[in-house]
C-alpha cells in the first residue's frame, strides 16, 4: 500500500507540474505530434524504403502537376493588360497552394516541411543528424522522380506549350542568372530561407493541436503557397520540377539548374529546419523546466 500511495503521489506531481508549465509551453502538442510523425518515417526509411519513395514520389508529382497548372494560368493571363496578369497571377498561387494541401492529406513525403521534422527530432535526440540526411535523401529522390514523371508526360503534350512555355522559360531564366553574381547567389538563399519558413509555419499550426477545422487547414496551407508564389520565392522541389519540364525540351544548362537547387535546398533548410524547427524546438524544450519544478 506505502509503494502505491507513493506512485499516486508521484503521478500527481508529474500532472501538477505539466499543469504548471502548460501556459508556458503551448507547443508541446506540435512538438509531440512532429515526433510522432518522424517515427513513422524514420521506420519507413528503415524497413520500407521502396514505399518511402513511392510516398515521395507522389508528392513530387503533386508538385509538379500543379505547377504546370500554375504556369498555364500564368502563360493564359502574361500578355493581357497588367491588371488581369496580377489577378492571374493571384489565381495560379491560389491554384498552386492546393498541391500542399493533398501532400498533407494523402500522406505523401516533400522535403522542405520534412527539413522541419528531422531538426525537431534531431534536437530532441529522436534521430541521428545521419539518419536525418537519409531520410531527406530518399525524400529528395522521390521527390525527384515524382517531378521527371510529371516532365515525361508533359512532354508528350502541348499542355506547356505557347505563352505558357514563354512564361515558364522567363522564370527559369531569371533563377539561373541568379547565379551571376554574389548578391544574386545571396538573393536566391535569402528568397529559399522565406520560402520554407512560410511551408513550415503553415505546417506548425496544422500540426499544433488547436485547429480541428479542415476547411480552416486548407486554407492556412493555400495562403502559405500564395505568400511565397506571388513574392517569388525558391521551393527547391518546385523549381526542380520547373527545370525537368523544361529540361525535356533541352532548354536548360543542367549544370546551373543543380546549382540553383543546392543553393535552395540549403535556404530552405534555414528557413525550414532552423527558423520553424530548431526554434520551436528550443522556446517549447520543458524538459529542464519541469524538472526544476518537480524538485
Same mark, same amino acid.
Given at each position: 500500500?506505502?509503494?502505491?500511495?507513493?506512485?499516486?503521489?508521484?503521478?500527481?506531481?508529474?500532472?501538477?507540474?505539466?499543469?504548471?508549465?502548460?501556459?508556458?509551453?503551448?507547443?508541446?502538442?506540435?512538438?509531440?505530434?512532429?515526433?510522432?510523425?518522424?517515427?513513422?518515417?524514420?521506420?519507413?526509411?528503415?524497413?520500407?524504403?521502396?514505399?518511402?519513395?513511392?510516398?515521395?514520389?507522389?508528392?513530387?508529382?503533386?508538385?509538379?502537376?500543379?505547377?504546370?497548372?500554375?504556369?498555364?494560368?500564368?502563360?493564359?493571363?502574361?500578355?493581357?493588360?497588367?491588371?488581369?496578369?496580377?489577378?492571374?497571377?493571384?489565381?495560379?498561387?491560389?491554384?498552386?497552394?492546393?498541391?500542399?494541401?493533398?501532400?498533407?492529406?494523402?500522406?505523401?513525403?516533400?522535403?522542405?516541411?520534412?527539413?522541419?521534422?528531422?531538426? =525537431?527530432?534531431?534536437? !530532441?535526440?529522436? &534521430?541521428?543528424? $545521419?539518419?536525418?540526411?537519409?531520410?531527406?535523401?530518399?525524400?529528395? *529522390? /522521390? %521527390?525527384?522522380?515524382?517531378?521527371?514523371?510529371?516532365?515525361?508526360?508533359?512532354?508528350?503534350?502541348?499542355?506547356?506549350?505557347?505563352?505558357?512555355?514563354?512564361?515558364?522559360?522567363?522564370?527559369?531564366?531569371?533563377?539561373?542568372?541568379?547565379?551571376?553574381?554574389?548578391?544574386?547567389?545571396?538573393?536566391?538563399?535569402?528568397?529559399?530561407?522565406?520560402?520554407?519558413?512560410?511551408?513550415?509555419?503553415?505546417?506548425?499550426?496544422?500540426?499544433?493541436?488547436?485547429?480541428?477545422?479542415?476547411?480552416?487547414?486548407?486554407?492556412?496551407?493555400?495562403?502559405?503557397?500564395?505568400?511565397?508564389?506571388?513574392?517569388?520565392?525558391?521551393?527547391?522541389?518546385?523549381?526542380?520540377?520547373?527545370?525537368? =519540364?523544361?529540361?525535356? !525540351?533541352?532548354? &536548360?544548362?543542367? $549544370?546551373?539548374?543543380?546549382?540553383?537547387?543546392?543553393?535552395?535546398? *540549403? /535556404? %530552405?533548410?534555414?528557413?525550414?529546419?532552423?527558423?520553424?524547427?530548431?526554434?520551436?524546438?528550443?522556446?517549447?524544450?520543458?524538459?529542464?523546466?519541469?524538472?526544476?519544478?518537480?524538485?
Amino acid at each position: 500500500m506505502g509503494k502505491l500511495s507513493e506512485l499516486k503521489t508521484t503521478i500527481s506531481e508529474v500532472e501538477e507540474t505539466a499543469d504548471e508549465t502548460k501556459p508556458l509551453f503551448p507547443g508541446r502538442a506540435f512538438i509531440s505530434t512532429v515526433l510522432d510523425a518522424l517515427d513513422s518515417k524514420e521506420t519507413m526509411t528503415g524497413k520500407m524504403i521502396g514505399r518511402y519513395i513511392q510516398r515521395a514520389a507522389m508528392a513530387g508529382i503533386l508538385v509538379g502537376v500543379f505547377f504546370a497548372a500554375f504556369w498555364v494560368i500564368m502563360g493564359a493571363t502574361s500578355k493581357a493588360d497588367p491588371g488581369l496578369a496580377v489577378a492571374g497571377k493571384v489565381i495560379a498561387g491560389i491554384t498552386f497552394g492546393w498541391a500542399l494541401v493533398l501532400i498533407y492529406y494523402t500522406n505523401s513525403e516533400l522535403l522542405t516541411s520534412n527539413m522541419m521534422v528531422v531538426s =525537431i527530432g534531431a534536437y !530532441h535526440k529522436r &534521430i541521428g543528424w $545521419g539518419e536525418s540526411l537519409k531520410l531527406l535523401g530518399l525524400c529528395l *529522390l /522521390g %521527390n525527384l522522380l515524382g517531378a521527371l514523371i510529371v516532365a515525361i508526360i508533359l512532354r508528350f503534350s502541348t499542355i506547356i506549350s505557347g505563352s505558357s512555355f514563354d512564361a515558364m522559360l522567363a522564370a527559369a531564366t531569371t533563377k539561373l542568372n541568379y547565379l551571376n553574381s554574389g548578391f544574386g547567389v545571396a538573393d536566391l538563399f535569402v528568397r529559399a530561407i522565406f520560402c520554407n519558413f512560410c511551408i513550415n509555419i503553415a505546417m506548425l499550426m496544422v500540426y499544433n493541436g488547436k485547429l480541428t477545422n479542415d476547411f480552416t487547414k486548407c486554407t492556412i496551407m493555400v495562403v502559405a503557397v500564395f505568400v511565397f508564389t506571388f513574392c517569388g520565392f525558391e521551393h527547391s522541389v518546385a523549381d526542380s520540377a520547373m527545370f525537368l =519540364i523544361l529540361g525535356m !525540351h533541352g532548354v &536548360i544548362n543542367a $549544370g546551373k539548374a543543380i546549382l540553383v537547387i543546392i543553393v535552395a535546398i *540549403l /535556404g %530552405n533548410i534555414v528557413g525550414g529546419g532552423i527558423l520553424i524547427g530548431l526554434n520551436f524546438a528550443t522556446m517549447n524544450d520543458e524538459r529542464g523546466i519541469t524538472a526544476e519544478s518537480g524538485k
